[in-house]
């Protein structure tokens, strides 16, 4: 990766990286096509001065296109990155030994479709949200391997099983009990 705005450290490599899908944009251009449209009917109802209304009908569609694809996500094995920004660039960097919690969220499209959200709570900051990505549980169990989680419990059953019965003659001893 060879992007300007993503600046890597000495051993840092990217393990993930992706925008948010570009059906995003779907809702900003069936507004920009309703304003050519009523721009058109507009010209032989009203007035032909609604033809004017064509130089600005294009502007939701294209905004929003350029929001999307100037919209990166990376993850490495040290951070996780949010480039944002049309005019200007918004560059957000969490440490992975920042994030306290993830979470992965689908609607019912996004389950259909294999897309969705992932949000990464942050220790002392803002949280950051991934949002309309292909494979969301998938991008939220990588955070949560790269930043040390894991949903396994740590130890074997007996270990724990020693650790109980640790606490066990602990709790009889401060109750006064026999052993």
Known sequence: ????????????????????????????????LALVAAAIGGSFVVDRLALGLLAIAPL?????????????????NRALYRKSGVLGIDVRTVELDRVQNSTSSQGILGTAFGYGNVAVDVAGGADLRLFDIYGPDDV???????????????GTLEQWQSVRE????????LDGQPK
């Open 1 to 32: 990766m060879t992007e300007a705005w993503l600046s890597l450290e000495a051993g840092e490599a990217v393990e993930w990286e992706a925008s948010p899908r570009l059906m995003r944009t779907a809702p900003a251009i069936a507004v920009s």
């Open 166 to 173: 640790e606490l066990r003659a602990i709790r009889r001893e």
């Open 140 to 154: 939220r169990a990588d955070v949560e391997r790269l930043a040390g989680r894991s949903d396994e419990i740590p």
């Open 60 to 76: 939701p569609g294209a905004y929003a296109y350029l929001r999307v694809t100037n919209t990166r996500f990376v993850l490495t």
